[in-house]
């Protein structure tokens, strides 16, 4: 297997240090690699596919033309951040997710429905795509709101369709901006602790933001 360079991708990184972030110490030897997207580095302990989901459609994809040209800016925005999100070509993250860098914006443009997403990356750890790890989780990007009742939906989903498949992933995180979701698909849990919610608060978001950018100018994803 050919490895990309260590810690290059926007959102695999920004991925990697979310869950270390808010998740603690079991995420600390990740690598961002590819198939999946992070590793536990040394053994295959655990692997995380990082990817992202929006609804398509033509109000979606005009909604991204007003938040990259600046027509949804409020009284609230800062000069600094849209500086920041020029010169980077990312805002994942910062103004409650309101902005998307030119970089960004292609990485949202291909970006599936969640349900469509969730279906396509099960077939692929189902069929070996990703190797063989002790454990495997999916990590989705969302640019749009997701509240505890749409988490429990989308957990329910993924685990009738997993339910027949011999190699599933047992753990799927969504990031929806402020709002996170570590949500657990093993067999036997309880439904009352299938999903825990997180709030990310607009400090913690924006050392993410800043941390995930250090990767320099290779990170194009």
Not at 42 to 55: D, H, K, P, Q, Y
Not at 115 to 122: A, L, V
Not at 193 to 210: A, G, H, N, Q
Request: aromatic share 12%; proline share 2%; hydrophobic share 35%.
């Amino acid at each position: 297997m050919t490895y990309r360079k260590y810690d290059t991708c926007f959102f695999e990184r920004y991925a990697m240090l979310q869950l270390q972030m808010l998740l603690g110490h079991k995420f600390d030897n990740l690598a961002n690699r590819d198939r999946p997207d992070l590793q536990s580095v040394g053994s295959n302990s655990l692997g995380i596919e990082v990817t992202r989901a929006m609804e398509g459609g033509k109000e979606a994809a005009l909604q991204m033309l007003k938040d990259i040209s600046g027509i949804t800016k409020d009284e609230h925005d800062n000069a600094a951040d849209f500086q920041t999100i020029i010169e980077s070509g990312y805002g994942y993250g910062l103004r409650e997710g309101s902005f998307i860098g030119g970089i960004e914006l292609d990485y949202w443009k291909s970006a599936q429905p969640m349900m469509d997403i969730i279906s396509n990356k099960i077939s692929k750890v189902s069929s070996g795509f990703y190797g063989c790890f002790d454990e495997f989780g999916l990590f989705i990007f969302s640019k749009e709101h997701i509240n505890v009742i749409n988490a429990f939906d989308t957990v329910q989903y993924t685990l009738n369709l997993q339910q027949p498949l011999d190699t599933k992933y047992s753990r799927l995180y969504i990031s929806a901006i402020s709002d996170f979701y570590a949500c657990n698909l093993e067999d036997g849990i309880s439904p009352d602790f299938r999903v825990t919610s997180i709030k990310v608060d607009e400090l913690m978001r924006r050392d993410l933001f800043l941390s995930a950018l250090r990767s320099g100018p290779s990170g194009k994803c």
